[in-house]
């Protein structure tokens, strides 16, 4: 029986492409996805991680690295790209077709960014009694 393989299509390609922005770091392989991976100040998390941090949606993460007010490292991964994919990440990792990484140190200047635009908001407010 032949196995069945997964090849990330064109039309897939050209959606995913939509998502990306001033802030998108397109890596071509795993090693340089690890690199830097390991080299972001902090470590990285997924959008959702990114999300959960900054109190937001997805989609607002996604509109921060339009925008280019975060890196996001992502790198698409077919089965062939899968199959040299690190043991330790095949084991805890779904099996999909885009992995991203946003650096944390890149999260806490934006988490700054929106405390201080919070904190002028309420004084703005007070003033106004």
Known sequence: MMKKTR?????????????????TIVCHSWEEF???AEKSEGGGVSPGGAADFLGVSR??????EKEGKIRAFRIVVDDEMREHMPFWLKVFTPAKAVY??????????????????????IKRLKGKK
């Open 59 to 64: 989609s607002y993460v996604h509109q921060l």
């Open 100 to 121: 991203i990484i946003i650096p944390q140190k890149d999260l806490e200047k934006v988490k700054k960014e929106m405390i201080k635009r919070a904190e002028e908001k």
């Open 7 to 23: 090849i990330i299509d064109k039309k897939f390609l050209e959606k995913e492409k939509k998502n990306w922005g001033q802030g």
């Open 34 to 36: 690890e690199e830097l």
